[in-house]
């Protein structure tokens, strides 16, 4: 990576996809993000979502159907070919419970993510999801490369994340 790569940090709610190289950083509890990539035209880009499903119809990308839509056209503006898009997804964990019946936030929130991606035909190539503390992940939008650095009380008290699986 080199040192004059811009650095980003996406908030709950963003998405981030430009032409130039870019590590994006998020934190992740239940909230989810996508990572899609284009390994020919080397371009990706990065969701923050927070719920799974807008139940008064918002085109928010706080929702994951609008976050994954939204990162999904942008990646075509760009110029990517939605064949050659792979997926990479990450967080969910079990922090919140949704309705009664033991449901998380974090497990609708990639189930969310592997049906939208299942709709667009896009493979998950990788993905670290569930659990029930957070991640800090970091995504290198010139190599499709993606590294996690667990949170919790067990996880290793280390400056460098670990490889995504």
């Not at 929702?63 to 990162?71: E, K, M, N, R, V």
């Not at 996690?148 to 994340?161: F, I, M, S, Y």
């Amino acid at each position: 990576m080199s040192s004059k790569m811009r650095r980003i940090f996406l908030l709950q709610g963003d998405v981030y996809c430009e032409p130039e190289p870019a590590v994006i950083t998020t934190i992740l509890g239940s909230c989810v993000s996508v990572c899609l990539w284009d390994p020919t035209l080397k371009l990706g880009g990065v969701n923050h979502y927070v719920l799974p499903k807008s139940i008064k119809g918002d085109d928010n990308p706080r929702y994951g159907t609008s976050a994954i839509d939204s990162l999904r056209d942008r990646m075509i503006d760009l110029g990517c070919r939605p064949r050659q898009l792979q997926a990479k997804i990450f967080g969910g964990a079990a922090v919140l419970p949704l309705g009664l019946d033991a449901t998380t936030v974090g497990g609708r929130n990639v189930e969310v993510a592997l049906q939208r991606l299942q709709e667009y035909r896009i493979p998950v190539v990788a993905r670290r999801t569930g659990g029930q503390y957070g991640r800090v992940i970091s995504f290198y939008t010139d190599t499709g490369e993606a590294t996690v650095r667990e949170l919790g009380p067990d996880a290793p008290h280390t400056k460098q994340p670990e490889p995504a699986r």
